[in-house]
């Protein structure tokens, strides 16, 4: 995926592709579909708190939105790698929805750590 695309972008295309890989899930009986429904509700779940931060009331409040996002894409990556382990699917077909959640974390964790260096200095800043 393009690495230039706006984050509130990229993980609303991933939450569509996880909603169509749900769907894929679905259509067998049992555990998939009981995996499917934890997948569903973090791999979306990333976008919506992404999203939410953008109306963040400060940047605290921006910080712990994105954070929830990223424990979400920790869970997403999850329930991704016990699927792809436990051959319930095929490698090939869930290995890039495992690919781009990595990446989107990779995304977060730059973003919360910057958010953290801004709050600290300007604590910094008030404290001098």
Known sequence: MNKNIAITD???A???RIIKACCFLDEKPGVRRTLSNQLLRSGTSIGANVKEAQS????KDFLHKLE??????RETEYWLEILIESELVEKSLFEP???EVRE???ILVTSTRKIKEKINSNKNCVHS
Do not use: V
């Not at 929830?68 to 894409?73: N, V």
């Open 10 to 12: 990229r993980t609303k």
């Open 14 to 16: 991933f939450a569509i």
């Open 56 to 59: 963040a009331q400060s940047d």
């Open 68 to 73: 929830i996002a990223l424990k979400e894409e």
């Open 97 to 99: 929805l495992l690919n």
């Open 104 to 106: 989107i974390g990779k």
